[in-house]
T-cell receptor, first 110, second 112 residues
């Protein structure tokens, strides 16, 4: 699995967009970018994933650069309930190792 | 049903005890995972089962013994654990064509 790097922490004002960056410069061609988040003491929750096209769902948008070496998760209107640790992972869709890095601790501030 | 159910939610055991953690999913997923998570750390992969066969063991000590009796059920048998094994144990499942993991809420284990 490709290693990813994320800033350890970020703040975001409530109601503003939260933009969480991730670098995955060694990602291979068949690896997708997955995002999960973990709210304190709960199991991680899947948010979104993509290969090379930008993706959007009801939770977030994922922007992947053309060279696929980095991506940004966008929470369009952050709420206090979005305070969590966000993990960016590069892995294949097949049954494979899914390795979590340290993630980004996002604090949404009133 | 999009849930992964883990039992028990909390477990306290002594170092000489034998106990088991249980994980169940009814989404038809053919891969199931055990992770261990210490406080303020990311989940750490322990085992992966694919089609009920152990496919990945991340050099986990033998005092942790996984078992996958059928495609819906995953157990983690615990024996002679150490206090440093106290952690949140997370189970997850996934399907091949999309790859996202569905996690349970975890079993919080305390070893005295």
């Amino acid at each position: 699995d490709a290693k990813t790097t994320q800033p350890p922490s970020m703040d975001c004002a409530e109601g503003r967009a939260a933009n969480l960056p991730c670098n995955h410069s060694t990602i291979s061609g068949n690896e997708y970018v997955y995002w999960y988040r973990q709210i304190h003491s709960q199991g991680p929750q899947y948010i979104i994933h993509g290969l090379k096209n930008n993706e959007t769902n009801e939770m977030a948008s994922l922007i992947i650069t053309e060279d696929r070496k980095s991506s940004t998760l966008i929470l369009p209107h952050a709420t206090l309930r979005d305070t969590a640790v966000y993990y960016c992972i590069a892995s294949k869709t097949s049954y494979d190792k899914v390795i979590f890095g340290p993630g980004t601790s996002l604090s949404v501030i009133p | 049903d999009t849930e992964v159910t883990q039992t028990p939610k909390h477990l306290v055991m002594g170092m000489t005890n034998k106990k088991s953690l249980k994980c169940e999913q009814h989404m038809g997923h053919r891969a199931m995972y055990w992770y261990k998570q210490k406080a303020k750390k990311p989940p750490e992969l322990m085992f992966v089962y694919s089609y009920e066969k152990l496919s990945i063991n991340e050099s986990v000590p033998s005092r942790f013994s996984p078992e996958c009796p059928n495609s819906s059920l995953l157990n983690l048998h615990l024996h002679a654990l150490q206090p440093e094994d106290s952690a949140l144990y997370l189970c997850a499942s996934s399907q091949r064509n999309t790859g996202e993991l569905f996690f349970g809420e975890g079993s919080r284990l305390t070893v005295l």
